[in-house]
């Protein structure tokens, strides 16, 4: 299965030095989860310091972090944001190099629209184990294609690339629920773990334009 990175977007570079196209942190998302806004992103710098989530009701000014990943050289990471003030919150990516340089993205307010590019997608009927499936998962249990746990620990969803209209609910093991994701816009993206409260299996449900596309569950590790 190919990944599909996003295109890069960055609001200023401050430091001594520029850096090339390549180096520039790429694109970061911001998704409203129920209550909860997540905010992730994939970088392809070299070394970094220090990475952190910031937040303002101004689109401009008076940022103030709410979060940081415990390792800013992963490539893929997020952090979620549990009790936003309102929905119109602005978020950025403030990422620290080394030698006090530093890149920030542009602000985003959470997105929660559909869009997409017409292309025949596959329907999973056999649950297909993605790439990454790897020993912290019981004997004999195959991953969805569609949402899997990464070997980092985050439950990674990559929806196909086409213009239907995507919403997916979780569920506890017992099918109780857990959250809900409504007009998914971003195909490929990651959950930041605090959503999900125990080790176990999860259960969920994944629609395209309002019909079941797949009933299946993930599996926690108890050092989720």
């Given amino acids: 299965m190919k990944k599909i990175v996003l295109l890069l977007l960055i609001g200023s570079v401050i430091g001594n030095d520029s850096f090339g196209q ?3 942190p790429k ?3 911001v998704l409203k989860v129920g209550k909860r806004v997540v905010v992730s992103w994939t970088h392809n710098f070299p070394s970094v310091k220090m990475i952190s989530v910031q937040r303002s009701y101004d689109s401009s ?3 103030q972090s709410i979060g940081a990943p415990p390792d800013p050289n992963l490539k893929d990471n997020g952090v979620s ?14 990422v620290l190099l080394e030698g006090s340089r530093y ?3 542009k602000a985003k307010r959470p997105m929660v629209d559909t869009s997409g590019v017409e292309i ?4 999973n009927t056999n649950n297909n184990p993605p790439p990454n499936t790897a020993s912290f ?5 195959t991953q969805s294609r569609y949402i899997f746990m990464t070997p980092d620990r985050y439950i990674r969803v990559e929806l196909p690339m086409d213009s239907r209209k995507y919403d997916i609910k979780f569920f506890t093991e017992s099918y109780q629920p857990l959250f809900e994701l409504k007009g998914v816009k971003e195909k490929r993206f990651k959950l930041d773990r605090s959503y999900f409260y125990k080790a176990g299996y999860v259960n969920f449900e994944l629609y395209a334009d309002g019909k ?8 926690l590790p108890k050092d989720f």
């Fill in 120 to 123: 025949p997608a596959d329907v």
């Fill in 212 to 219: 079941i596309l797949e009933k299946y569950k993930l599996f």
């Fill in 103 to 105: 890149v920030m993205t």
């Fill in 137 to 141: 998962l019981p004997a004999g249990f």
């Fill in 61 to 63: 000014r008076y940022f």
């Fill in 22 to 24: 390549e180096d520039l």
């Fill in 81 to 94: 944001d549990p009790n936003p003030p309102n929905d119109s919150m602005y978020y950025r990516v403030y």
């Fill in 27 to 29: 694109d970061f998302s």
